[in-house]
């Protein structure tokens, strides 16, 4: 018998695959689009300076990458299979948990590594340029293939003890963002405590299992001068942590994958658990009666009362961070960084939940047949999708609102500046008009795609990514031929955060107003029609 057969298989697989040479043509495409604009600024600067920029650049891009790709490929690979039933079918043959789970992880990532791979000799340019060494190139390709292994590990063993995609995608996001920045923020707050609760010395250590300390370490001035260096023992930490991931995913998966009967107790707690979730009894048809009267279909969808609870929690954990940061030095947080920052955390965030939360509903009807029973009832479609959007005002709504109130605050604080009154109106501006986009787009989107994630990726791609792009080439031209007059000194701050707004608030209605429009004209096609056919499958 073949070693790790569904390894082989799926290697070979790959292999036939247009998109797994496309997308290493791809990667490196952007790597080499990101280096030359970097050249392209930095061209009067020294090499050395100029090698140094191109090394950060790319490897800042390679790391966010690496950090992030592996959760969206692997969060939802053993949980699907879980959903389908087909997962049981594998341990009827003589497959084994870990050749499960390898395989899995190979089928998921390795369109991942031949990307990461392909952008390395793009990195090794600045080797050619000067001011970097080759340890410094070796180091930062180390951590890099570290991380994406990290992020794999961390999707690979979410999705096997989750059937949920979203509970799955959530946790391993908030993995990787408390061993990304969780600690290194931890060792901040020790580091400013030191003197009176904690050690100098477990300060630092909370740095080892932070995989961007590994990142920044890599570089040779901070490996060098650093008065304290765990770059190694980081590295190998990371690197335990992640094969320790798959070996619990694998012992796991076997355990999980069929139903089981349920005790009293778990019967007990499961029922305490949906009185929490949905209310009591007389509170659900309270809530049933009142919604059913404004929307059939918002009663289907807004019932959990834990969905909007957990945005409010979510603010109110940014409320507390605040709180702590205040207490801590007051002087650092009433900041115009520290204020600009904040709100761009929480408004992306927020983007983030809103895209995956209009994404998802219509995806998983549609892929369980639910819709197509919703359509057989005399339900018309307006008021299936006008359902939707009610569901999504009445989780977010609320938050939305609290968190302009918050901007507003920001924007007083400091409303003698010309400059940052003008940032923050059009900061507010691009957060409404991105909710909007982000649920129109996520909701047509999802309709067409198989698996949410990828649905939401594809939406916030489009309209949060791409205005930054526009916006990039536009200063970038305008920068070098002068052809907008900014060379010669005739714009002033506001104006540039005009542009960015105009290129978002375009781009937004650009894509939003085409979805609202084909998802209340082909929904009923597209819902009725196969995944793989029908007039919906692009768009």
């Keep these: 018998m073949t070693f790790l057969p569904i390894v082989a298989r799926e290697l070979i697989e790959a292999s036939r695959r247009r998109g797994t040479y496309w997308i290493r043509l791809a990667v490196a495409a952007v790597g080499v689009v990101l280096g030359g604009w970097v050249m392209l600024v930095m061209r009067r600067e ?7 920029a191109l090394l950060i650049a790319i490897s800042a891009a390679v790391y966010l990458y690496c950090l992030f790709v592996g959760v969206f490929r692997t969060a939802d690979c ?9 997962l049981g ?7 084994k948990g870990y050749d499960i789970v390898l395989g899995k992880l190979v089928a998921s990532s390795v369109n991942s590594f031949y990307g990461v791979f392909a952008i390395f000799p793009v990195m090794a ?3 050619l340029v000067g001011g970097v060494t080759l340890s410094e190139f070796w180091r930062i390709v180390i951590v890099a293939l570290n991380t994406l292994f990290f992020s794999l590990s961390v999707g690979m063993f979410c999705s096997a003890i989750s059937r949920d995609e979203r509970r799955s995608m959530a946790v391993a996001l908030v993995i990787v963002l408390v061993f990304a920045a969780g600690f290194p923020l931890a060792s901040l707050i020790c580091h400013e405590w030191r003197s009176v609760l904690v050690p100098r010395s477990i300060a630092e250590l909370l740095l080892i299992p932070s995989p961007g300390y590994a990142g920044v370490m890599a570089f040779e001035t901070p490996f060098t001068r650093s008065t304290f260096n765990y770059f190694h023992a980081s590295v190998i930490f990371t690197h335990v942590l992640s094969w320790a991931l798959l070996i619990a995913a694998s012992l796991i998966v076997p355990r999980t994958w069929q ?6 107790a778990q019967l007990r707690r499961r029922e305490k658990l949906e009185q929490l979730r949905l209310g009591t009894a007389e509170k659900r048809r309270s809530i049933r009666q009142r919604l059913l009267d404004i929307n059939p279909v918002l009663w289907l969808l807004a019932r959990s009362r834990t969905k909007s609870v957990a945005v409010w929690l979510f603010l109110a954990l940014v409320g507390l961070i605040w ?3 205040l207490w801590i030095s007051a002087r650092d947080w009433q900041d115009d960084g520290a204020y600009i920052t904040t709100a761009f955390i929480v408004h992306l965030i927020l983007k983030f939940w809103i895209g995956t939360e209009a994404c998802r509903r219509f995806s998983n009807d549609r892929q369980s047949g639910a819709l197509e029973l919703l359509l057989s009832t005399p339900i018309e479609v307006k008021t299936i999708v006008r359902g939707q ?7 977010f709504a609320g938050p939305v609102f609290a968190v302009l109130l918050m901007d507003f605050v920001f924007l007083m604080s400091n409303r003698r500046s010309s400059e940052a009154t003008v940032l923050w109106i059009v900061g507010m501006t691009v957060f409404v008009t991105d909710i909007f986009a982000l649920s129109w787009v996520g909701m047509w989107r999802g309709l067409n795609s198989r698996r949410p994630n990828r649905a939401a990726v594809v939406a916030m791609l489009r309209v949060l990514l791409l205005p930054w792009i526009i916006y990039f080439i536009v200063m970038t031209v305008g920068a070098f031929t002068d052809a907008f007059g900014f060379r010669m000194g005739r714009w002033e701050a506001e104006a540039f955060f005009i542009l960015w707004g105009a290129i978002s608030v375009a781009v937004s209605a650009y894509f939003a107003v085409p979805a609202r429009r084909r998802l209340l004209a082909e929904f009923r096609a597209v819902a009725t029609s196969r995944f793989d056919t029908g007039p919906g499958r692009g768009g």
């Design 46 to 52: 020294p090499p050395w300076e100029l090698g140094q």
């Design 78 to 86: 053993l949980s699907e299979e879980k959903r389908e039933g087909t």
């Design 89 to 95: 079918l594998l341990f009827l043959t003589d497959l």
């Design 125 to 127: 340019i600045p080797l």
């Design 259 to 264: 139903d089981r009967a349920l005790t009293t």
């Design 323 to 325: 709180a702590a940061g």
């Design 389 to 395: 959007v009610l569901a999504l005002e009445r989780q």
